[in-house]
């Protein structure tokens, strides 16, 4: 699918400076918004939105389709009259990076209370919103609020060692548990709804000002998740219901023992069978979430590293062949012509140049990968083509800024150079190189814009801890930022005005500057 020239700039929720220990959907995230539209911004990146798991990453989301309720807004809920000012007062008013066991403990309660009295006092407008919401959802919500509160009452355990009857969710045994936790089953309902509202109050706002959501889906589920527990069917399990095979990928840029994720590979036969159901549901849920999205690890559409569950790294894995093309042509088929971006980074084959190309994806490039010799050119822009998202870097990169102070070869700061023909002012030199880009759309990392270093780095592949909690800081998003950024928009015509609009400004200041000059053509 074509896109328009544009830019935007990538910062996920959680990094937002809000109210209580994690960046959230009240009103920094408004103010960002404000901030994008002065910029003359078409975009706003973010990463999954799904509920995480183990090691907080938003890539192991224990469910596909809900939302994470750490991004709800406590204040709004407040100004719902679903709880009480001073019940959410003495929270943490900010904090430089976010302490997810802390956040977890002392928001969970809290947005537990807030559903409580929403269920008690059952406001008209909101309870009929909150009614058509279950009955549209039921296909994913219902798995995800079981598995919540289950989770919880056998202490965070995964769900293959639950009760045996559980793990298999026999009939009976469901209808008894949805008795017995009718109240905290409907909780989790009303969390998923604010979650829902909160969501589309923030987008229908930015949508207002020109600007669009890009969202990004993990190709992959963790195991310990709803998904995996409600439909073991589609994934490559033994007959304990463990994996067999994980996914990851082999020893690249990254890691010289591969990276080793650990989630179950899918039954792509089962699921071609099914008519590709379950990816059909997922994909029309995150295209009532964002515009367009990205697809995480594209690779693996085509062929997944396959590595054998009891395996310590990656290094013993295999390519499978995946049925991408049948995949994406079921897609189309029930939802459409969909704006997807493919991230083709990694170990790319023609294979899979072709499987992009087929359906028309832009491809992503990363600037700080193109400077170290000539195999690595394909990411500087004199190689890029109209369909490309070019970024100066992702959430997977150190900051440009950090990259430049700890990680450059001497033969990339001797190519920047070459290629830029200085060395300093490394940061905005890059930003600039994207932007001039050819690339339909550019994407800049919050940090670089802030000209942040490795402090501020957001993941470290195959590090197992310590990863996602940067922050924004406060105040930062400042009139002249945005000014220099607009400014920078405007001149590389990624500010959304139609070419031929353009012209006509064009020729109109001509024909006013021959009327000062006494000038004709």
Same mark, same amino acid.
């Given at each position: 699918m074509p896109f328009e020239r544009s830019s935007g700039v990538l910062l996920h929720i959680s990094s937002l400076p809000s109210y209580g220990g994690i960046g959230d959907m009240g009103p920094s995230a408004y103010q960002f918004a404000d901030f994008l539209e002065a910029a003359?911004?078409?975009?706003?990146?973010?990463?999954?939105?799904?509920? /995480?798991?183990?090691?907080?990453?938003?890539?192991?989301?224990?469910?596909?389709?809900?939302?994470?309720?750490?991004?709800?807004?406590?204040?709004?809920?407040?100004?719902?009259?679903?709880?009480?000012?001073?019940?959410?007062?003495?929270?943490?008013?900010?904090?430089?990076?976010?302490?997810?066991?802390?956040?977890?403990?002392?928001?969970?309660?809290?947005?537990?209370?807030?559903?409580?009295?929403?269920?008690?006092?059952?406001?008209?407008?909101?309870?009929?919103?909150?009614?058509?919401?279950?009955?549209?959802?039921?296909?994913?919500?219902?798995?995800y609020v079981f598995y919540a509160v289950l989770r919880r009452k056998y202490d965070y355990a995964s769900w293959h060692n639950w009760p045996p009857a559980v793990v298999h969710r026999e009939p009976a045994v469901m209808a008894a548990l949805a008795e017995e936790y009718a109240l905290e089953l409907a909780i989790e309902r009303v969390i998923q709804f604010a979650f829902e509202e909160q969501w589309q109050s923030l987008r229908n706002y930015c949508t207002n000002r020109k600007i669009d959501f890009i969202g990004d889906i993990a190709i992959f589920v963790s195991y310990d998740s709803a998904d995996v527990w409600t439909h073991p069917e589609i994934f490559e399990l033994d007959e304990h219901l463990l994996p067999q095979k994980v996914a990851g990928v082999p020893?690249?840029?990254?890691?010289? /023992?591969?990276?080793?994720?650990?989630?179950?590979?899918?039954?792509?036969?089962?699921?071609?069978?099914?008519?590709?159901?379950?990816?059909?549901?997922?994909?029309?849920?995150a295209t009532e979430l964002y515009g367009p999205i990205r697809l995480d690890h594209f690779r693996g559409f085509e062929a997944y590293w396959s590595i054998p569950a009891e395996d310590e790294n990656a290094i013993d894995g295999e390519w499978v062949k995946a049925p991408g093309a049948a995949l994406f042509s079921a897609l189309r088929a029930q939802l459409g012509d969909l704006p997807l971006i493919a991230e083709d980074l990694g170990d790319i084959t023609e294979e899979v140049h072709a499987l992009r190309e087929e359906f028309g994806m832009p491809g992503m490039r990363i600037l700080q990968f193109g400077f170290g010799g000539r195999g690595a050119h394909i990411y500087l822009p004199h190689e890029y083509v109209k369909n490309t998202v070019v970024y100066t870097g992702t959430h997977d990169n150190d900051t440009t800024l950090g990259w430049w102070q700890n990680g450059a070869s001497e033969i990339e700061i001797a190519?920047?150079?070459?290629?830029?023909?200085?060395?300093t002012d490394i940061v905005w030199s890059l930003i600039r190189l994207a932007a001039t880009s050819v690339a339909d759309i550019c994407l800049f990392p919050m940090q670089d814009l802030l000209e942040l270093g490795s402090e501020a780095r957001m993941n470290i592949p195959a590090a197992a801890s310590n990863n996602w909690g940067w922050r924004c800081p406060h105040g930062v998003l400042s009139a002249a930022l945005a000014q220099?950024?607009?400014?920078?928009?405007?001149?590389?015509d990624r500010d959304g005005i139609k070419p031929e609009k353009k012209k006509q400004v064009f020729i109109t200041t001509m024909a006013s500057n021959d009327a000062v000059t006494g000038f004709s053509s």
């Open positions: 003359k911004q078409r975009y706003w990146q973010v990463l999954p939105l799904n509920p /995480t798991g183990y090691g907080n990453s938003p890539y192991g989301a224990i469910s596909a389709f809900a939302g994470n309720h750490l991004l709800i807004s406590l204040e709004y809920l407040s100004d719902w009259g679903w709880i009480a000012g001073e019940r959410i007062a003495g929270l943490p008013q900010a904090t430089a990076v976010v302490d997810f066991d802390t956040v977890g403990k002392t928001k969970l309660p809290l947005l537990s209370e807030a559903a409580r009295n929403f269920l008690e006092k059952r406001p008209a407008k909101q309870w009929e919103r909150f009614l058509a919401f279950c009955t549209r959802s039921a296909y994913w919500l219902e798995d020893p690249d840029y990254f890691s010289a /023992t591969g990276q080793k994720w650990g989630n179950p590979l899918y039954k792509w036969e089962a699921l071609a069978a099914r008519g590709f159901d379950w990816w059909i549901d997922r994909v029309r849920r190519a920047v150079g070459v290629y830029l023909g200085h060395d220099k950024l607009a400014a920078l928009t405007e001149v590389t």
